[in-house]
């Protein structure tokens, strides 16, 4: 039997794939005898006009589900598109869109460099790529590109621009690498004089009265206060970080969670910036206290434009009631994303960059990670590169520092389960994939029953996946105002048996997502 259009042209990206990484083609392609080991690549001459219409009405079609906000299923058109034709570089950079929505990083900038091998003048092929690197991170690998769209482009005002404020982040980055080794050691705390701060005379807000604690009545008084857009007094913020900063970096890496016997234990995932719809939580389903305690699993902020009133709630609430609040580091905890998805944007707008460099210094010390009655592991990411690993391993980790490109940390951060046995290569560009062997091993050799973690968009705001051992929940409904998803909670009591709620989003003031995020961010459409 000969062989399909769409079986021609996966072979063919096999082949190609074996050239440049030395890989074996898998057992499962199928290619008869006389053709074994003869043979040749796809070219565009084999593909049909009826075929290429074809492929470019299903391109059309994920065009559309990008312009709903559906980026798994625009992924899905965009790839269907490509097995039929897979020599339009426009159908690789709008899927690298789609994949960068999804914050699947590795691969948006695998067909970033896919569409401009195919066609090295298709300029969004070099947009594409640049934003992936940026968001990895990799800002000079983020200039060369801008500076190639700039040198052919030179009356493109958006890519001057582009490049100029590209070029203006590596050498900020630099200065401050330059400023860090000749003060590692010192604190923004140093430079603060909070004492010297006045109280304005009409300011009308909630305050820190006796020994500056954080009280039931200045809680009370804060959500409504921040939800009708007002802004706590500088002072009090900056006394909040302090107190927090000092509270963290007597922790250790590792916390453990005891649930009381009469009490539910609730557990929330990412939130970033979505203060209204962390509001209805509440709502729903009680404000924190010592009989309704809260984990809150990363990512408090980023992308929603009230990472502010987000982040101060959250911590007014840890130093009202340490031993029943419990916060966890995610991957937007950290100076990179900080810098590009809007929270120190978002600081240095509502406060300033003292306090954005603050904020950076008490997200180094947060926990990475909780047991629950010594049965479940909540952390962001998900599970380890490599076996073996042990809780106590995680507690003798140094988290007092930006996440690392790799290692223990990094994986706690930024992993993410994979339905596969085994592992693979993250489809984030960090972190890797597991499967669910790799979480049943782990977990019987901690003697614990199931993990929860976050940091993936669910469409019922959680997932359970692994056969019950590795569930999702992640709490930011209409993610970005345009993912349509629920967010969830997940309820716990003795029993550790999971009770997931699932809730849709509230309406917010008229401010939009990434509203303090810089400008390098924004992608170009779509072809």
């Known amino acids: 039997m000969g062989l399909s259009l769409s079986e021609k042209s996966r072979i063919k990206n096999l082949t190609r794939q074996e050239k440049r990484g030395n890989q074996k083609m898998p057992a499962n392609a199928e290619v008869n005898d006389d053709q074994q080991g003869t043979q040749e690549p796809l070219s565009i001459d084999d593909i049909t006009e009826e075929v290429k219409e074809e492929a470019e009405r299903i391109k059309n079609e994920a065009n559309q589900l990008f312009k709903d906000g559906k980026y798994d299923k625009a992924v899905e058109k965009y790839s269907i598109a490509i097995e039929k034709n897979p020599f339009v570089a426009a159908y690789y950079g709008n899927r690298s869109i789609c994949h960068f929505r999804l914050e699947c990083f590795g691969l948006a900038l695998s067909d970033g460099n896919k569409s401009i091998e195919l066609d090295k003048k298709y300029v969004k092929g070099y947009y594409r790529r640049a934003s992936a690197n940026m968001a990895l991170g990799k800002f000079k690998q983020s200039l060369k590109d801008y500076e190639a769209v700039a040198k052919v482009r030179p009356n493109d005002k958006d890519a001057q621009k582009k490049y100029t404020q590209c070029k203006k ?27 010297a701060m006045v109280i304005e005379s009409d300011y009308t807000g909630p305050s820190l009265k006796d020994e500056k604690l954080v009280t039931e009545d200045f809680m009370k008084e804060l959500l409504p206060f921040l939800k009708s857009q007002k802004r706590l007094h500088k002072k009090y913020a900056y006394e909040i970080l302090l107190q927090i900063k000092e509270y963290f970096s007597k922790g250790p890496s590792l916390c453990e969670i005891e649930i009381p016997e009469t009490n539910k234990f609730t557990v929330c995932g990412d939130i970033h910036g979505q203060y209204y719809d962390l509001l209805n939580i509440f709502d729903m389903n009680g404000i924190p206290s010592k009989e309704n305690p809260y984990l809150f699993n990363g990512d408090f902020v980023d992308r929603g434009s009230f990472s502010v009133e987000v982040i101060l709630t959250l911590f007014g609430f840890k130093l009202l009631y340490p031993d029943f609040f419990f916060m966890a580091r995610g991957n937007h905890e950290s100076s990179t994303m900080n810098q590009m998805y809007g929270f120190e944007g978002e600081v240095k707008s509502k406060y300033s960059s003292s306090m954005a460099e603050l904020f950076t210094e008490v997200y180094n010390l947060l926990p990475l990670a909780h047991v629950i009655n010594g049965k479940i592991l909540a952390m962001h990411g998900g599970l380890f590169s490599e076996d073996g690993v042990k809780l106590n391993d995680i507690k003798a ?22 339905p596969q046995n085994g592992r693979s290569p993250s489809k984030r560009g960090v972190g890797t994939m597991f499967g669910p062997d790799v979480t049943f091993k782990f977990c019987k050799e901690n003697g614990l029953d199931y993990i929860i973690r976050s940091h993936e968009v669910k469409e019922e705001g959680y997932e359970v996946a692994h056969e019950g051992k590795c569930i999702t929940v992640f709490s930011a409904p209409n993610y970005c105002d345009q993912m349509g998803n629920k967010g969830a909670y997940i309820t716990l009591d003795k029993t550790l048996k999971p009770k997931f709620t699932s809730f849709a989003a509230v309406p917010h003031p008229d401010v939009k997502p990434m509203a303090y995020a810089n400008s390098l961010m924004s992608m170009l459409g779509f072809s």
Do not use: H, Y
């Open 397 to 418: 980790i140094d988290r007092n520092r930006q996440p690392p490109e790799s290692g223990l940390m990094c994986d706690l951060l930024w992993s993410d389960p994979q």
């Open 169 to 195: 982040v590596v050498q900020e980055q630099a200065f401050a690498r330059a400023i860090a080794v000749e003060s590692k050691t010192k604190s923004i705390c140093e430079t603060l004089n909070i004492d």
